[in-house]
């Protein structure tokens, strides 16, 4: 590519002959002022000019760009093009608004994070650049991610770290990255890579790669056969193969032990036959395999096992079902209908299910809500930075005292739920299985809350202070409008507000009188 100066550039200013430039790019647009979407007034009075500050206004950058790079001709000379903010030792990384990322980002100190998460956070970092937000727009408006971004993420590694297994197991396809040694590999490691991965802010695309290492494979990883292990764990953890979790029936959700699929023994004791329906599973439009919740005893918690589905299995049907966000996680509604499948496709004992289920619901919640936090940041980071650029009644949003408001409630209640989050995931590093079983279920339930509704307000108050961009698919407001439309699925899923909360209290008295409490 070639290099010019700004003067070139000034010279070509006609509508016969137009180049504007771009964060040190230069792009000739002759053939696409009429067809700008803004109309080709808006570009006439800033040919041969540098645009950047009022392109960075009305767009979104990494989504638009891609598309015109055929448009470019030639850089500024001397432009640097390097960002020493996500070089891997840098002591600042990533955007430096303040609160905008993690508070280690920005020289803050963490007993949590160290220089192997720093090389970890360069290393995730350029691959969401490269292979997912240039696509986040395009995948949202068609609501399918191509399969062979799973696949490639595979191969990358990025899904073998998702299973929350620590130090790094042997049984992964893939070494840590970044140089990370096995044993150094820990649930810190994790979180950096589910961050980084959802400043995409499309809880879609997250279930679209996370369902299958974090959710549904795990049963097969701590209660499969070796055979089934075999089958599945390292070709999943490849891209090779995908599986999804049915739990939620239409009939219940959060209430996993009022499930009515039935698994029935045939006579001769070799086959499970079953029936049944399982509604907003995730990935369930396009997962070849899945662990299926079914009543294989009696009522209650006590009588449900776990056990593998494939498709293309006679009498198991999938079929869409169309949601109001979470766009590409494939959600799928589930037809058994006298589905016959080998006895050895039970995942560990029978009726044994209810416990293998409740065993990870530690590890999902506080994986998603790390998720949900960057979301949150991202909420404050967008609006922060629209603040200081759109001007209103001779000021920029920033400088009206109403609008300063919205985004400190925003900054407070993000760093106090990172805060917590740290926390949880410290103690839940440094507790036996057992201890977590009987400490963690109600502190990741409350936690689920409050990371939910703090999101739901952050997308409100961020909405408000972009406006209309943020009410308008694509452009400035695209992540903003997206969460917006995401929040409830981060609310529901996983077990909604309500019973969470419940459930957080309920325990915590149960906690207090095995540690004494006079109640």
Same mark, same amino acid.
């Given at each position: ?13 006609? #509508? ?13 647009? /002759?053939?696409?002022?009429?067809? $700008? ?6 570009? %006439?009075? +800033? ?11 009305? $767009? ?14 030639? +850089? ?12 891997? *030792? ?5 955007? %430096? ?40 727009? #395009? ?58 991965? =959802? ?33 599945? +764990? ?10 999804? %979790?049915?739990?939620? &029936? ?15 023994? /045939? ?33 209650? =918690? ?32 589930? =037809? ?13 004992? &029978? ?14 919640? %506080? ?20 603040? $200081? ?24 209640? @993000? ?64 992540? @903003?409008?997206?969460?917006?439309? *995401? +929040? ?8 909604? &507000? #309500? ?13 207090? #009188? ?6």
């Amino acid at each position: 590519m070639k290099s010019v100066s700004e003067d070139e550039v000034a010279k070509h200013n006609s #509508e016969n002959d137009a180049w504007i430039i771009i964060d040190g790019k230069v792009y000739d647009i /002759t053939d696409f002022i009429d067809g $700008h979407p803004g109309g080709r007034r808006v570009l %006439l009075p +800033v040919l041969g000019q540098d645009v950047t500050t009022k392109f960075h206004q009305f $767009h979104n950058p990494t989504t638009v760009l891609k598309k015109y790079t055929k448009l470019q001709v030639a +850089v500024i000379e001397g432009y640097d093009f390097s960002n020493p903010n996500l070089e891997p *030792d840098a002591d600042s990384f990533g955007n %430096l608004v303040s609160m905008a990322e993690p508070a280690w980002y920005q020289q803050w100190h963490s007993p949590y994070y160290d220089d192997s998460h720093k090389r970890l956070r360069a290393w995730i970092r350029n691959i969401v650049d490269t292979e997912l937000l240039p696509n986040i727009y #395009e995948w949202d408006t068609a609501g399918e991610v191509p399969i062979e971004v799973y696949r490639k993420m595979g191969k990358l590694g990025v899904l073998s770290c998702m299973i929350g297994v620590y130090p790094w197991p042997d049984f992964l396809p893939n070494d840590p990255p970044a140089g990370i040694k096995r044993s150094e590999w820990s649930m810190f490691h994790e979180v950096v890579v589910l961050d980084e991965i =959802m400043r995409t802010a499309s809880v879609g695309v997250n279930q679209f790669l996370w369902v299958t290492p974090a959710i549904a494979l795990t049963a097969v990883i701590h209660n499969g056969t070796p055979e089934q292990k075999k089958n599945l +764990v390292l070709p999943c953890l490849s891209g090779d193969k995908n599986i999804a %979790l049915g739990i939620t &029936e239409p009939y219940a959700g959060s209430d996993v032990a009022g499930i009515q699929t039935t698994a029935t023994k /045939t006579a001769d004791g070799r086959h499970y036959i079953i029936n049944g329906e399982k509604k907003w599973i995730t990935t369930g439009n396009w997962a070849e395999h899945f662990v299926v919740a079914a009543r294989t005893g009696g009522s209650g =918690m006590q009588g449900i096992s776990l056990i593998l589905v494939e498709r293309g299995t006679p009498g198991f049907r999938t079929r869409p079902v169309p949601c109001q966000g979470c766009r590409g996680s494939g959600t799928a509604f589930l =037809m058994f209908d006298n589905v016959k499948v080998p006895v050895e496709n039970l995942i560990g004992k &029978e009726n044994y299910g209810f416990g293998y289920i409740m065993k990870n619901f530690n590890h999902e919640r %506080l994986s998603g809500a790390v998720g949900v936090v960057r979301m949150a940041r991202v909420c404050y980071e967008d609006a922060f930075t629209y603040a $200081h650029r759109r001007k209103t009644f001779g000021k920029t949003l920033f400088q009206h005292p109403v609008i300063r408001n919205k985004l400190a409630h925003m900054a407070r209640q @993000i760093e106090a739920t990172q805060a917590w989050l740290d926390f949880i995931i410290y103690q839940f590093s440094h507790m036996s299985n057992q201890e977590a079983l009987y400490k963690m279920g109600g502190t990741t339930a409350l936690l689920k809350v409050q990371c939910s509704t703090m999101l739901e307000y952050c997308a409100r108050e961020a909405s408000q202070i972009l406006g209309g961009v943020a009410y308008t698919k694509g452009g400035v407001g695209e992540r @903003i409008e997206r969460i917006y439309r *995401d +929040v409830r699925g981060v609310a529901i899923p996983g077990g909604s &507000e #309500e019973i969470m909360a419940d459930l957080g209290v309920k325990q915590a008295e149960k906690l207090g #009188e095995m540690m004494g409490a006079k109640l």
